[in-house]
């Protein structure tokens, strides 16, 4: 097993400008390995020539410090909740689903290192890095130094906050929402089909809001099962309340696509997960087969 501390110090031991801050690198380094959800995959350390130090994954880097600059990735603008610069991860362009990263001077590392919403949504970019970013085989010659985040002494399983995913979870619903078709469609085109399981308090599938935004607007606000008005408005946005529900559970290596989820009534919702006898699953399959044109087709 490696010691981060160690790598750090052989790391700022050529570098006599950072000698004061070692203490504040160890541990903006130390929540950056603990809120880092794939470390089987991340590289963490320094290349031959020293110029930065760094967690790598594929051929991004998920916080660096590069000079007398500091970037962390975050898989939303946070420019107004933090006060902090942003810019888009370039090559999460092409994936529809923008990644950030917060660039800022190493004089604010202190206040980077006890911001709780960066990293909430650093450990979500941490994951969403594998759809979102283009990612390429890592050069042997860019791990050279470095070890995985498996390897350290320091790392132990993270994990994500339930309650705060599905907020975040809820937020991105509803900027799809706002999206335009064309837009989200595209995304969906270039999307995984297979969610990203990671460790929360449970086990939790990383779900595509997209996919939710669409059922919802082919839905229309009526039960695709029962064929109702939705029993109620949202006080939210005034929209009928509808439930999305996977026809082919996720949990048994069902699609997180727009072919495999429909939009209920709470009730019918219910009856599918608890009445199984009494509900007619083919109806949904039918359902989504006629619909599958829909789903990707701009009208």
Request: hydrophobic share 35%; charged share 30%.
């Amino acid at each position: 097993m490696h010691n981060y501390k160690e790598i750090i110090k052989t790391w700022t031991s050529r570098k006599p400008a950072l000698k004061s801050i070692e203490g504040d690198i160890c541990d903006i380094f130390k929540v950056a390995i603990d809120n880092t959800m794939l470390p089987e995959k991340s590289w963490f350390g320094f290349p031959t020539s020293r110029n930065s130090l760094n967690i790598l994954f594929g051929n991004v880097y998920l916080i660096g410090i590069f000079g007398d600059t500091i970037e962390i990735i975050v898989d939303a603008d946070l420019e107004n909740e933090t006060g902090f610069k942003t810019r888009v991860v370039k090559s999460s362009i092409s994936s529809g689903n923008l990644l950030y990263w917060i660039t800022t001077d190493l004089k604010d590392i202190k206040a980077l290192t006890n911001n709780e919403i960066i990293w909430e949504h650093y450990k979500m970019a941490s994951i969403k890095v594998l759809n979102s970013i283009t990612i390429k085989n890592v050069r042997k010659d860019w791990t050279v130094g470095k070890v995985l985040l498996s390897d350290l002494d320091q790392n132990k399983t993270a994990k994500l906050d339930l309650k705060i995913y599905e907020n975040i979870f809820d937020r991105e619903v509803k900027i799809s929402m706002k999206d335009s078709r064309t837009n989200r469609i595209k995304r969906l085109s270039l999307a995984n089909k297979k969610p990203i399981i990671t460790n929360t308090t449970v086990k939790t599938f990383i779900r595509n809001p997209d996919v939710v935004a669409e059922v919802l607007y082919r839905a229309n606000e009526v039960c695709e099962y029962c064929n109702t008005k939705a029993p109620f408005k949202k006080d939210s946005d005034g929209k009928g309340f509808l439930e999305v529900h996977h026809i082919i559970p996720l949990a048994e290596k069902g699609e997180d696509t727009v072919k495999n989820a429909v939009g209920l009534c709470p009730n019918c919702h219910r009856k599918a997960h608890f009445g199984k006898k009494d509900f007619n699953i083919e109806i949904l399959k039918k359902i989504c087969q006629a619909e599958s044109n829909f789903a990707l087709t701009e009208k």
